[in-house]
């Protein structure tokens, strides 16, 4: 292995993955934004590689981000050392409280938003309408921090620096909503109700490196139909 | 912007808050506490966390800062001297991993076990004493996890030396068994004799009278019902 020059400074870089996976796509996203080159291993879900079970014994899931051999797990703690690791095109905000607020927003979406939406996929009956208010209220936040920071200036939550943290935290939506939607067999998300959040959603599905990353969503629903059912117990309906 | 008052919005027990005096204390910083009574929350924490209504919240001149993790990267990006986080990336990931995976699977399931009866309470201990299992590997070896000096996961896992065996006491359970996790229990022991943590606590006997009552209230709730599904029968 080459090492000495600035070109080899990054090292070797590797994503373990799952196309379908919301939490993937977010690294891959960061790496992309960056221009950082890496190699991407598809897992199988059902019959885990040495390597993943290895790099990340604790969890056992993807992504894991293996820089100069070294595995990191978890999105938010690999896109903030992707962050910290690559200087240009920066993710997270430089000043202090810019960052505190872009952190609080990406928990928030995980714990109010991202967390609910699973569990409403994978549940029904009353448990599932409980899930489903949850993450209507979590999106209603959502249109109130998007009316709030958005218009037709600023278009994404990183502000006058374009794309940023929240930006790929939240861009699971664009792609995954609507699925867990048709899946779920529920009903979230409203242009009319939510008409910056779907302005935004609109605007970061075209963005260079996201667009050519989207899965269709026939192939998602099909896969996600399949998760649910086997989560659930059910029988394939005849 | 360092020299604006500092002032933090807290309630006297809770572990979260005792974090961001933690990173406080140790970078020398003066602020002034105001007390909240959660369960009477006051206008003013209203105003300042309308989306969680939760304490601990830090204000900073005019800016407002929740959620215990997202305040001590503050603290510690706004004042670097004593650095929290460690200055390598590698080094940061994995602290922050590891404080990710305290909250998830020892802190959730340590106070489910409080909250909980019977077998369920047997399985939530469990939970989490596989968690502390993965917890001793990291600390072996170590004095406290910054190494010499308080760090990052010192701050964020410092409630196991304190509030956990509080719960333990309550909750008629063993998590922290010493003689199966003796780093764990040697790195408690520092932490109680830092200045920084162990003049830094709240009174032991009020813990134990109000977690007694906690306890008995949050077993009738709706969240217990819904977090054991959630975390015993997934």
Not at chain 1, 146 to 172: C, P, R
Not at chain 2, 108 to 118: E, F, Q, V, Y
Request: with cysteine; aromatic share 12%.
């Amino acid at each position: 292995m080459a090492s000495g020059s600035i070109a080899d400074q990054e090292g070797q870089v590797m994503l373990l993955g799952f196309w379908f996976s919301p939490f993937v796509k977010r690294v891959e996203w960061a790496l992309k934004f960056k221009g950082i080159e890496y190699d991407y291993v598809e897992e199988d879900l059902t019959n885990k590689s040495t390597l993943l079970l290895t790099s990340n014994p604790i969890h056992k899931k993807v992504p894991v981000l293996i820089h100069n051999g070294n595995p990191i797990a978890e999105s938010l703690v690999i896109i903030e050392y992707i962050d910290e690791t690559w200087k240009q095109n920066p993710i997270l905000p430089q000043d202090p409280y810019e960052r505190a607020m872009a952190r609080f927003w990406a928990n928030f979406i995980e714990e109010k938003v991202r967390e609910p939406a699973r569990e409403a996929l994978f549940s029904e009956g009353e448990q599932q309408e409980k899930k489903v208010k949850e993450l209507k209220e979590g999106m209603e936040v959502v249109e109130g921090e998007a009316k709030a920071k958005l218009n037709d200036k600023t278009l994404f939550f990183g502000g006058g620096h374009g794309v940023g943290y929240v930006d790929i935290i939240l861009g699971w939506t664009c792609n995954w909503m609507e699925t867990i939607e048709e899946v779920g067999g529920f009903k979230v998300l409203d242009p009319e109700s939510q008409p910056q959040f779907h302005k935004w959603m609109a605007n970061f599905r075209e963005v260079s490196f996201v667009k050519p990353t989207l899965e269709p969503k026939e192939k998602l629903v099909e896969f996600f139909r399949m998760l649910r059912q086997d989560r659930l117990g059910l029988v394939a309906n005849k | 912007m360092a020299e604006q008052k500092v002032k933090l919005l807290g309630f006297w027990v809770s572990p979260f808050m005792y974090r961001v005096i933690w990173a406080l204390k140790l970078k020398g910083i003066d602020y002034e506490y105001t007390e909240e009574d959660i369960f009477n929350k006051s206008p003013l924490l209203l105003q300042l966390n309308p989306i969680h209504k939760k304490v601990p919240v830090l204000i900073h001149g005019d800016r407002v800062i929740c959620e215990s993790y997202v305040i001590v990267q503050y603290i510690d990006e706004t004042w670097p001297h004593c650095p929290i986080l460690p200055q390598d990336p590698y080094e940061r990931a994995m602290a922050r991993f590891w404080a990710d995976f305290a909250e998830s699977k020892l802190l959730n399931t340590a106070w489910l076990g409080l909250c909980a009866r019977g077998a369920e309470r047997e399985k939530a201990a469990k939970l989490a004493m596989e968690a502390v299992e993965k917890i001793e590997e990291v600390v072996k070896g170590k004095k406290l996890f910054g190494g010499e000096s308080i760090g990052y996961l010192d701050i964020c896992l410092g409630w196991i030396s304190y509030w956990l065996p509080v719960w333990e006491e309550v909750g008629s359970m063993q998590i922290i068994d010493p003689i199966k996790f003796p780093a764990t229990s040697s790195w408690m022991n520092a932490l109680l004799h830092h200045p920084v943590i162990g003049d830094n606590l709240p009174a032991r006997d009020a813990m134990i009278e109000y977690f007694q009552k906690r306890s008995k209230d949050l077993y009738e709730s709706d969240w217990f019902k819904d977090v054991i599904r959630l975390h015993l029968h997934p």
